[in-house]
Structures are given as structure tokens and as C-alpha cells.
């Protein structure tokens, strides 16, 4: 096992040098990390130039390396801004475009600094005890604000104090008196996130949250989106969970509105809805404010609504009710009529523009995973879009969407390396008769007349989708590449097919799940001759991993092998040692003490004595989610029963697997595991007692 993934780690080191094009090879994990992410795309003021972060990876350094690039909106003029080793990101444009403010850790630690568009050196802005973070800059840009971790009611340098007492000390222990005590992959500390905002010519930074035990932007992936400046510049409109000891079971962001200058303390501006607000952004000439609201208390994927309000005093409305799909971004026409937006849709994930008036919605880009919108060019809205067989790039598209120009190519020698599976979409009908859609991936090179292993991969959230996207960590192309026809379904709970498709996974995460991953698997079988019904694997982390441990008691004899990353085996104890409590609440309705039939109801951890499937058990250490003696529990449960399996484990990841090296230590014996029950005449379906 040492000697394989040294061999692959190395061969990454390779692959990451210049490629022949005429030198092909199937895609693969090397490929992926070799790949230049773009992310965070902002348009200049002038709608000339388009700022982004670029990520490429550093594999002697086993990390990621961001700098900062610009492009013209006509894909002109790309060139790169900041060339440190540090990680440099989160550009922002000063109010005239001639500047790029963004944080850096060029110092040691992370703090503000500017750079002009014409290039030349960068200038450090801040030089605080702690770490900067999330930029945002005033209208007329005079200041900045951004986050801070800090104790509530001390300053920067106090917090900074404290921490260093802590560290010098020799007694270790933590005492809590609430929750969270850990949350995603950290141990609490006591600090919090807190906006601070002072002049960027110079000054003191003042805590516009003052002794609020609250997080803005929230944890642990808030960021800059959630926070803005008003109109005037003369106060800040933030998002945040206030809501005391219930916060590890309450989903009730409020949207809050604190004076620059500390003056006062922060005012609700959202307290009559007792869900999640977030996300505020004033139209062009500030006179509307627009944010994003869920309804239903508790539901962490319930549907985003686009709200508006006239601005200081307006009733707020939401625009479109009638649209089933869920706003993620808020990009403002410079009328102030229309808001464009992106939303997860039928397998993809596309730009729409909303009439504010009419509620009229109108589809601009259908195809592919948009990841943000940038802004707006004259009559042209820029976006950052990825697909089944690209990363990121940057793209422009006329109001209309019958016009799309590819702005970037950056990964354009990678890719004309390498070769990839023919992706398709298809539908069937699944549980409740219902059209359920799914992804098929051709294998590398595919030859009609062969016979495929299938690898039927299944998605976590379990509120989300697969959808036509390029992911970093479960990447149908890879298993296509290896040989293997790809799967994966969006099954019922999957997000894009409109709120009730989303919902219906409640109180049912084994009932219509499962029926729609059976019946899309007989669907894709029965379509495609070449796929080998005899030779089936399932793959599956998080809510995917937890289908893996249902399935391994409901088709004992299905499939040849399984992987299970990061699944809970028992449901019941699962909710005592998770930490977003609000999660277990909602889809299993209710605390386990009040219904503890909505734990048993479908828990793997009953039906452990029909297992016989080998399986892989992977998980992280640093997973506060679905904590590690998870995977513990289901490695020794296979163990005593004489079931084929391995566990993985990482020490230093938390749900999700990160690092280059430990990514491609991952691919190696994945595909390494299911190989050897497809390809190695592992033996007979359910032949393993």
C-alpha cells in the first residue's frame, strides 16, 4: 500500500510539469490536482476587468497556493497581479477600480493589503495581533470592514493576549458551559467572528458587534456575502445567529444593522422570521435592500426566497413566491429592476434573471455548475461556470443567453492532456412514480462491445446533487477513467427539482432514497448494454456513506463491494455526539428522546446481521460531523464478522478529504479496493459470510 501511493504521489509531482498534447492519457487523480481552480470572480467598476483568485497546487508543499489574476471582459489582457508564495485572495476593488485590496499571510499572519491594477509592489494595510479576514469596502471608499476572531467585549490586542496566556500555560483543560463545543473540524475556544471596521487611510478598528456572542460571517464557510455596508457608509448590515443557548439547534439568522462607529449596539432588522436571513445587498442607487430568507425554523436546506424592502423603511416582499428553486447570490441590475442569480436546477446549476416587478423569471445560462457571478458587464453578466469534463473557467453571456464567450482557458494544456468519459443525463421513473434524474459517465475509451463494471456513486447531504459539476473530491470522470461506467442519481431529498422533491426525504432516508437508486440503476442497466449488472460497486460518503451501511443490510447480496466514507452506522447515538443539532432535528423529526422511532426507523446499526458485502471504511479524525468511532464501530463490526474490509483513516482531515497527498492516498485505495471484487475475481455477489 506505502509502496503504490509513493509511486502515484510522485508521478503527481510529474504531471503537474507542461504536457504534450499529443501525449493523452485517461483522466485521473494526478489530472484533478494538476487542475488550476478559479474562484471569487468580482468585475471592476468599470466593467472592464474581471478580478479572481487563482488556486494551483503545491505538491512538494502538499497545500494549495492562491494568488490573485485579472482578465478583460472581452478575455483580454490576462495577467497575474501577486506572485508571493503566501496565499493571497479575497481581491476586492477600491471604489475608482485603480486598487485591489485583499488579505495575505505574506506577513505571518493574515492581514489586509492593496495592490494597484497596473501592477508593482504590494502595500500592507493592517498589522493586527490577529488574523484579518472576508473585505469588504465602503461605496465611496473611504473604509473597509472585515472579520476578526476575538472574545466577546475585548479588543483585538486583548483577545491576542489571552490566547498567548493560554498557549504558555501548561494546564490544558477546556471547560464549557454551552454548545458548540466543537463545530465541522475546531474545538470552541470562547473567540468569535466579529465585524470590525475602520478608515483605510488609517486607524483604529472598532467591533461593531461589541459583546455579541455571535458569529458574522457565520461558521464555519460564512464569508464577505454576508455582510455590507449601507448606502451612506455609515453603518453595517450583517447576518448572524443570535439566539443564546440554543444556537447548536436553531437555524434563526436574523439580519442585524450596527452603526461604523460602535455607538450603539447591533438592532434586528428580520426578527419576525425565525429563520435563516442572510446575504444582504443594496441595489445600485440604495434605495433597496435584497437578502435571502428561508421560512421553516430548524431546516437548513429549505428554499432561499429573494426578499426586497425599500430602503430605510419598506415592508419587505418576497419576489417570484412561485419560483421553485433556491436563490443562492444576489447580483443587482444597474436600473435596479432585475436581480440575476444562480440556482441548483434539474442536474446543473444556472444564472437567472428575476424581474423584481413582475416576479417574472427567466433562465440566462441552463447548462453546467455555475459557482458565482461576478457581476455585470454593460449588457453581459459574468459568471465562473465548471462542468462534467472542465474546472472552472470564466464566461460572459448576453442578457438573453444566446450569446457565450469562455473569457479563460487556463487549464487548457491539462486538459487537452487528457481524456475524459462521454457524460449523459437521463430520467426514470422512480419511488412515487416521480421523474427522477440521473448522470451516466461512459468509461475512457469505451468500446461497445465490452462488458463494464459500474460504479454507482452516491451523494451526501443528503439535501444536495450531484448535478453536471467537477468535483475535487467525488468525480464521476475518475471511476470512468479507471475503467468503470458511473452512476449517480439524484434521488428523493436532492436539491434543483423544486422543494417538495427536496423535502421528501424527511422522516424517509431509507424508503424513496433507496427505491430511486435501485430503480436508477435497473434504469441505466436496462439502457446500456455494455454496463455489467453482475459487477457492482456502491460509493458513498456522508449521508452516502450512511445509504452504503443501509444498503449493506438491505442488498446483502447487490453488490461486490461498497465504500463507505464518513457514514454514521447508528443513527441514535449519531444525533449525541454530532454537533449541528438543528441536521438530526429536522430530518428525523424530532430529539431521539421524543421520537425515537424517527432513529429506529432506518438505522443501519439493526440489520448488521444480514451484512456480507466487503466494504472500505474511510474517515477523518478531524470530523466533528459524523465523528470517527463511526467508521470505528462499522471497521469492527465487519471485523467480527468475518466481512472482507479495510479502514482508512486520516488523522489530519475532517468530513471532507483535503490535502493533495491524502487526496491522492485516497483515489489509490479506493479504486484499488473496488478493483479487487470487479476485476480480480474477487468472488460471487454476497458470497462473503
Same mark, same amino acid.
Given at each position: 500500500m506505502r509502496s503504490r501511493f509513493v509511486a502515484l504521489l510522485t508521478l503527481s509531482m510529474l504531471i503537474a510539469s507542461p504536457v504534450l498534447a499529443a501525449e493523452t492519457h485517461p483522466f485521473n487523480v494526478q489530472d484533478m490536482w494538476s487542475m488550476k481552480r478559479i474562484s471569487d470572480p468580482q468585475v471592476s467598476p468599470d466593467g472592464k476587468w474581471v478580478l479572481f483568485t487563482? *488556486? &494551483?497546487?503545491?505538491?512538494? #508543499?502538499?497545500? $494549495?497556493?492562491?494568488?490573485?489574476?485579472v482578465v478583460g471582459v472581452d478575455g483580454k489582457g490576462l495577467r497575474q497581479l501577486t506572485t508571493d508564495p503566501a496565499a493571497d485572495n479575497g481581491g476586492r476593488w477600491s471604489a475608482d477600480g485603480s486598487t485591489v485590496y485583499f488579505t495575505s499571510t505574506r506577513s505571518g499572519s493574515s492581514q489586509i493589503w492593496k495592490v494597484a491594477l497596473a501592477g508593482g509592489e504590494a502595500a500592507q494595510v493592517t498589522k493586527l495581533a490577529l488574523d484579518a479576514s472576508n473585505i469588504v469596502l465602503s461605496r465611496d471608499g473611504s473604509r473597509v470592514a472585515f472579520s476578526v476572531s476575538v472574545?466577546?467585549? #475585548?479588543?483585538?490586542?486583548?483577545? =491576542?493576549?489571552?490566547?498567548?496566556? *493560554?498557549?504558555?500555560?501548561?494546564?490544558?483543560?477546556?471547560?464549557?458551559?454551552?454548545?458548540f463545543i466543537r463545530h465541522w473540524d475546531t474545538w470552541a475556544d470562547g473567540r468569535r467572528s466579529h465585524i470590525f471596521?475602520?478608515?483605510?487611510?488609517?486607524?483604529?478598528?472598532?467591533?461593531?458587534? +461589541?459583546?455579541?456572542? =455571535?458569529?458574522?460571517?457565520?461558521?464555519?464557510?460564512?464569508?464577505?456575502?454576508?455582510?455590507?455596508? &449601507?448606502?451612506?457608509? +455609515?453603518?453595517?448590515?450583517?447576518?448572524?445567529?443570535?439566539?443564546?443557548?440554543?444556537? #447548536?439547534?436553531? &437555524?434563526?439568522?436574523?439580519?442585524?444593522?450596527?452603526?461604523?462607529?460602535?455607538?450603539?449596539?447591533?438592532?434586528?432588522? &428580520?426578527?419576525?422570521?425565525?429563520?435563516?436571513?442572510?446575504?444582504?445587498?443594496f441595489s445600485p442607487d440604495g434605495k433597496q435592500l435584497a437578502w435571502l430568507a428561508m421560512a421553516r425554523p430548524g431546516y437548513e436546506a429549505d428554499r432561499q426566497a429573494l426578499m426586497v424592502r425599500a430602503w430605510p423603511d419598506g415592508k419587505p416582499r418576497e419576489v417570484a413566491p412561485a419560483w421553485d428553486r433556491s436563490c443562492e447570490s444576489i447580483v443587482w441590475s444597474r436600473d435596479g429592476k432585475t436581480v440575476f442569480t444562480h440556482a441548483t436546477n434539474l442536474g446543473h446549476q444556472s444564472v437567472f434573471a428575476i424581474d423584481l416587478k413582475k416576479g417574472e423569471v427567466k433562465t440566462i445560462v441552463r447548462e453546467g455548475w455555475v459557482n458565482s457571478i461576478a457581476g455585470l458587464s454593460g449588457k453581459r453578466v459574468i459568471y465562473d461556470l465548471d462542468h462534467l469534463r472542465s474546472p472552472s473557467e470564466l464566461y460572459s453571456s448576453s442578457l438573453d443567453g444566446k450569446n457565450t464567450q469562455q473569457l479563460t482557458n487556463v487549464n487548457a494544456e491539462t486538459l487537452a492532456a487528457v481524456r475524459f468519459g462521454e457524460p449523459e443525463q437521463i430520467t426514470f421513473k422512480g419511488?412515487?412514480?416521480?421523474?427522477?434524474?440521473?448522470?451516466?459517465?461512459?468509461?475512457?475509451?469505451?468500446?461497445?462491445?465490452?462488458?463494464?463494471?459500474?460504479?454507482?456513486?452516491?451523494?451526501?447531504?443528503?439535501?444536495?446533487?450531484?448535478?453536471?459539476?467537477?468535483?475535487? *473530491?467525488?468525480?464521476?470522470?475518475?471511476?470512468?477513467?479507471?475503467?468503470?461506467a458511473a452512476?449517480?442519481?439524484?434521488?428523493?431529498?436532492?436539491?434543483?427539482? $423544486?422543494?417538495?422533491?427536496?423535502?421528501?426525504? *424527511?422522516?424517509?432516508?431509507? $424508503? #424513496?432514497?433507496?427505491?430511486?437508486?435501485?430503480? $436508477?440503476?435497473? =434504469? =441505466?442497466?436496462? +439502457?446500456?448494454?455494455?454496463?455489467?449488472?453482475n459487477n457492482v460497486v456502491a460509493l458513498g460518503a456522508s449521508y452516502g456513506g450512511w445509504m452504503v451501511n443501509w444498503m449493506a443490510g438491505q442488498m446483502p447480496d447487490r453488490f461486490r463491494a461498497f465504500v463507505c466514507h464518513d457514514g454514521n452506522l447508528d443513527e441514535r447515538f449519531a444525533y449525541y455526539d454530532t454537533e449541528e443539532l438543528w441536521f438530526p432535528?429536522?430530518?428525523?423529526?424530532?430529539?431521539?428522546?421524543?421520537?425515537?422511532?424517527?432513529?429506529?426507523?432506518?438505522n443501519p446499526i439493526d440489520h448488521v446481521t444480514k451484512w456480507k458485502t466487503p466494504m472500505l471504511v474511510i474517515h477523518g479524525g478531524l470530523d466533528y460531523r459524523v465523528v470517527y468511532t463511526q467508521g470505528i464501530g462499522t471497521f469492527n463490526l465487519l471485523q467480527r464478522r468475518g466481512i472482507p474490509s479495510k479502514f482508512l483513516y486520516f488523522p489530519d482531515e475532517n468530513h471532507w478529504v483535503l490535502k493533495p497527498a491524502n487526496s491522492i492516498q485516497w483515489h489509490t485505495e479506493v479504486l484499488a479496493w473496488i478493483d479487487q471484487w470487479t476485476k480480480s475475481g474477487g468472488g460471487a455477489v454476497g458470497s462473503h459470510q
Open positions: 487563482l *488556486r &494551483t497546487t503545491d505538491f512538494e #508543499a502538499n497545500k $494549495g497556493r492562491t494568488d490573485l489574476w472574545f466577546p467585549g #475585548a479588543s483585538i490586542d486583548e483577545s =491576542a493576549k489571552k490566547v498567548a496566556e *493560554r498557549e504558555k500555560s501548561k494546564a490544558r483543560g477546556q471547560l464549557y458551559d454551552s454548545l471596521v475602520m478608515p483605510l487611510a488609517g486607524g483604529d478598528a472598532v467591533d461593531i458587534m +461589541k459583546s455579541m456572542v =455571535a458569529d458574522a460571517p457565520s461558521l464555519p464557510f460564512g464569508g464577505s456575502e454576508e455582510f455590507t455596508f &449601507t448606502p451612506d457608509g +455609515k453603518s453595517i448590515i450583517f447576518s448572524a445567529r443570535d439566539v443564546g443557548r440554543e444556537e #447548536a439547534w436553531s &437555524t434563526n439568522f436574523d439580519l442585524f444593522i450596527a452603526p461604523i462607529d460602535g455607538s450603539s449596539a447591533p438592532a434586528r432588522l &428580520t426578527e419576525e422570521n425565525k429563520a435563516l436571513d442572510t446575504r444582504p445587498v419511488a412515487k412514480n416521480d421523474d427522477v434524474y440521473a448522470w451516466v459517465v461512459r468509461p475512457v475509451d469505451f468500446d461497445a462491445a465490452k462488458k463494464y463494471p459500474v460504479a454507482l456513486i452516491i451523494h451526501g447531504g443528503p439535501q444536495g446533487s450531484m448535478s453536471n459539476h467537477f468535483h475535487y *473530491r467525488w468525480n464521476p470522470e475518475i471511476y470512468a477513467a479507471h475503467g468503470y452512476i449517480v442519481v439524484d434521488f428523493h431529498g436532492s436539491t434543483g427539482y $423544486g422543494q417538495a422533491f427536496c423535502d421528501a426525504i *424527511r422522516g424517509d432516508w431509507g $424508503g #424513496a432514497p433507496l427505491e430511486d437508486l435501485q430503480k $436508477g440503476l435497473e =434504469a =441505466a442497466l436496462a +439502457k446500456y448494454s455494455y454496463m455489467d449488472g432535528e429536522w430530518d428525523h423529526m424530532g430529539t431521539p428522546w421524543e421520537n425515537p422511532e424517527g432513529y429506529s426507523k432506518h
